[in-house]
């Protein structure tokens, strides 16, 4: 029985994909550099900084300039968090009946703390949300299970009574290897990537879709 949400937070939870591809542009216009369309980087949104720098200027984290652009990278992000990031159509509706049915639902994101916690508190739902678990609350990264385990720990819910809900391979990886159910979000971002071939326990094409599960 499932007593707990807990979701990923770009492309699955929020449409980031906007604000962080006005940061990677910005970013670009510093190298007198044309901007991309928001459809060129929103594929690989989830992957943050290193997805969207990989595609903005053909470089990884070996690259020498890399380290300094990703910190210009992020300060613009820091600059405009919620500018044009919404939530996924469906999910407002969704956390109303999950909080109707009085389950607990949380946030885990590869997101750092320092933007993960204001873009929710600008989404007017950091008070809602049981807990929030970021990228750099346990040192560890999805897929590694730590941080899913972190937030069983905040709401007191063990991880077999839990489902976690995201839009990347990752995201199911870490539910499997936490005990949890998984959930591919296949409205998400994807990464380039196929859900159904990810193994999650439920693939679900809207938001809504979760609630037959719960």
Not at 24 to 35: F, K, Q, S, Y
Not at 63 to 78: G, I, K, S, T, V
Request: one cysteine or more; charged letters at 25%.
């Amino acid at each position: 029985m499932i007593r707990a949400v807990l979701f990923d937070l770009d492309g699955t939870f929020a449409d980031t994909a906007p604000d962080l591809c006005d940061a990677l542009n910005r970013v670009r216009a510093a190298r007198a550099l044309p901007p991309l369309p928001v459809q060129a980087t929103r594929p690989v949104t989830s992957m943050g900084a290193r997805g969207l720098l990989g595609v903005g200027f053909n470089i990884g984290p070996e690259h020498p300039d890399y380290a300094q652009m990703r910190e210009e990278f992020l300060a613009f992000y820091e600059q405009n968090l919620c500018r044009e990031t919404r939530l996924f159509p469906g999910i407002k509706e969704l956390l109303d009946e999950i909080e109707q049915r009085r389950l607990p639902w949380g946030i885990v994101t590869n997101k750092a703390e320092r933007f993960a916690l204001p873009l929710l508190n600008l989404l007017d739902l950091r008070a809602r949300a049981a807990c929030v678990i970021g990228g750099d609350t346990t040192g560890k990264l999805k897929p590694n299970p730590d941080p899913l385990l972190a937030a069983c720990r905040a709401i007191g819910i063990e991880p077999d009574a839990c489902v976690y809900v995201g839009d990347d391979r990752r995201d199911i990886e870490a539910a499997r290897a936490a005990g949890m159910k998984s959930a591919a979000a296949a409205w998400g971002y994807l990464n380039g990537g196929d859900p159904r071939s990810w193994g999650a326990d439920w693939l679900i094409e809207r938001p809504e879709d979760l609630l037959q599960y719960l």
